[in-house]
């Protein structure tokens, strides 16, 4: 098997949509010979910020001298990017081989009466044993929805992160702000701490889960947290406190931009904190130095293009949407805004619109790569009342090419709405700029 029929045998397993549970994910670990016991994992979910938590995590990791893997979703561009080792993708030479041998176990299950595996859950698998063969020492595992269906949730972490918990995936993951974090507090195990960032309710119910499996718990704003001091447009100054670890304003610099990448970097050092106590490789200098290069491609990220200035950001859910609008009103609140618009159709879309929007903004809307797009006539129509200017093209490349005009270097511009947009957006502002 080459990487394109990997890809097409993957897009082929779209058929079977999204169905949770463990069952089908268990049996195909059996069959590969339960590679995911065979290193120590870091359990990241979340509504937002787990991407962002999962990658400060592997930095750190990393930066410590550790042999890492780390399984995120979704991709921007490519499926090999979801499964990387020590900061590299999986090559496409090694995802085909990998693939090919899962599909030999998924025909076995099929033959023997099982279900057949989902992609996700070939994925999932595909990574459990790709990191079992390279060997890593540590794996920061992202949940891909949820938590206690998720076929993530077949491991056995050192430490379980939730980062929050808002509305979201309602519809598979039961129809209430509790019933979602009934979900992530899932992924907590018997005797293995927790830390969050959840409040209200979610802390709550993540709390009496907690206390049902024995498990720490260490809450963001109560155990610790971290304090904002300056950004340079480039990179933020922040503090980290606990008073609980007995630490006092530790200063440490974040290269993730963003009002939202303060709570996130706090889940991460205090993470890395409660590691230490299993692994003394892990420090809080490993810690600042990593949190000082640690990159994750199109959360408000920014770019610079001939002179252009272009925030690109996965903002895809009201809550997203939100922090994405205070971090830009923190950072550029003197900018004039261009912003490249495109959202699914099942999103909340005239909620986010109402957050994001100004009244003085020039907006262009297009169409995210994905089946489930709004068209841009629609989005259009609904983005109009909102702004003083408004245009409309289907094709993305031709959406990005207005947008930089209409920026035209002395304006601000902002891609977000999905993560199904930006990522190949993004890939064409790079090539520009090669």
Known sequence: MNYQEAISYLEGLKIFGIRLGLSRITRLLELLGEPQDRY????????????SVSAMLEGILRRSGIHTGFYSSPHLVSYTERIRVDGQTISEQEFADGVALIREKAEQ??????????????????????????????????????????????????????????????????????????????????????????????????????????ADIFVAGEDFSSRFLSCDGRTQKLEFTSELLGVDKEPY??????????????????????????????????????????????????????????LIDGAHNPAGMRVLRQ?????????????????????????????????????????????????????????????????????????????LELANKERLLVIAGSLYLVGGVRQMLLARKD
């Open 40 to 51: 120590r994992t870091i359990h990241v979910t979340g509504t937002n910020g787990k991407g």
């Open 109 to 214: 299950m099929a033959a023997e009466g099982d279900e057949y595996p989902t992609q996700f859950e070939v994925l999932t698998a595909l990574s459990f044993y790709y990191f079992a063969k390279c060997q890593v020492e540590y794996a920061v595992i992202e949940v891909g929805l949820g938590g206690t269906l998720d076929s993530t949730n077949v491991i056995t972490p050192e430490v379980s992160v939730i980062t929050n918990v808002t509305f979201e995936h309602a519809d598979k993951l039961g129809g209430t702000l509790a019933s979602i974090a009934e979900n992530k507090a899932g992924i907590i195990k018997e005797g293995v701490p927790v830390v969050t960032a959840a409040t209200g309710e979610p802390l709550a119910i993540i709390r009496s889960r907690a206390e049902e499996k024995n």
């Open 253 to 310: 610099e974040l290269h993730l931009l963003g009002r939202h990448q303060v709570e996130n970097s706090s889940l991460a050092v205090m993470t890395c904190t409660l590691l230490h106590n299993i692994d003394e490789r892990i420090t809080i200098t490993h810690v600042r130095e990593a949190l000082r290069i640690v990159s994750w491609p199109a959360r408000f990220e920014l770019i610079e293009l001939s002179g252009q200035k272009v």
């Open 327 to 403: 971090s830009l009103d923190d950072i550029f609140p003197a900018e004039q805004r261009v912003l490249l618009l495109g959202i699914l159709k099942d999103k909340d879309i005239d909620t986010m619109l109402d957050i994001l929007l100004r009244p003085t903004d020039t907006v262009v809307v297009t169409m995210p790569q994905s089946e489930r797009a709004d068209s841009a006539d629609d989005l259009l129509r609904r983005v109009a009342p909102a702004v003083q200017h408004v245009e409309s093209f289907a094709d993305n490349r031709e959406a990005l090419r207005r947008a």
